[in-house]
């Protein structure tokens, strides 16, 4: 069975970091895409980060409003995807979701991780 | 970026009814399109892949379907279950953009 499950958010001020991760279970991790995507309070859906398995080069997309402020990487090792969240604004509040390409496109969502930017 | 444009915002209908939620795409998005349903404090779970293609496990009377740039997610024979917020989302070019979501009540 596909497992993601989100950890690290929590309260942080504004431009200060934090790291937030996902791990994964019941498939071969490294074989697979994995997203990152938010959602601010009351609000919709917003994608922030993509990167591809090795197959496809690990290649790394970013939203343009985290871009140059979070990096996503991944440790296939551990079955983890990370999303490391630099110089953090309020706007950045959100509860956080990892996703994983399995049989398509953002088939299987973990149950996300609230992270708080105030000061 | 591709605007994902969803119709209606929010919606009412009773128990059994036929509900549809159109999504417009500001442009050619070949058919890759999802569909979600969110629950109050529940992580997104999709329903529609590539527009038209059920995913393993939902109901039957869930069906999207739809080409270029316009897209509609249909609900046959409404439940109770069903109360929720629906969003599309287009996976053909970065970035990844979603409908601004329809919210659905059951009268």
């Known amino acids: 069975e596909v497992q993601l499950v989100e950890s690290g958010g929590g309260l942080v001020q504004p431009g200060r970091s934090l790291r937030l991760s996902c791990s994964a279970s019941g498939f071969t991790f490294g074989e697979y895409a994995m997203s990152w995507f938010r959602q601010a309070p009351g609000k919709g859906l917003e994608w922030v980060a993509f990167?591809?398995?090795?197959?496809?080069?690990?290649?790394?997309d970013y939203a343009a409003s985290v871009k140059g402020r979070f990096i996503i990487s991944r440790d296939d090792s551990k079955s983890i995807a990370n999303l490391q969240m630099d110089s953090l604004e309020i706007e950045d509040t959100a509860v956080y979701y990892c996703?994983?390409?399995?049989?398509?496109?953002?088939?299987?969502w973990g149950q996300g991780t609230l992270v708080t930017v105030s000061s | 970026d591709i605007q994902m444009t969803q119709s209606p915002s929010a919606l009412s209908a009773s128990v059994g009814d036929r509900i549809t939620i159109t999504c417009q795409a500001s442009q050619d998005i070949g058919n890759y399109l999802n569909w979600y349903q969110q629950k109050p404090g529940k992580a997104p779970k999709l329903l529609i892949y590539d527009a038209s293609n059920l995913e393993a496990g939902v109901p039957s009377r869930f069906s999207g379907r739809g080409s270029g740039t316009l897209y509609t997610f249909t609900i046959n024979s409404l439940h109770p279950e069903d109360i929720a917020t629906y969003y599309c989302?287009?996976?053909?070019?970065?970035?990844?953009?979603f409908g601004q979501g329809a919210k659905l009540e059951i009268k």
């Open positions: 996703a994983v390409n399995y049989k398509c496109y953002f088939d299987f």
């Open positions: 990167i591809r398995s090795k197959f496809y080069g690990g290649t790394i």
């Open positions: 989302q287009q996976y053909d070019s970065l970035p990844y953009t």
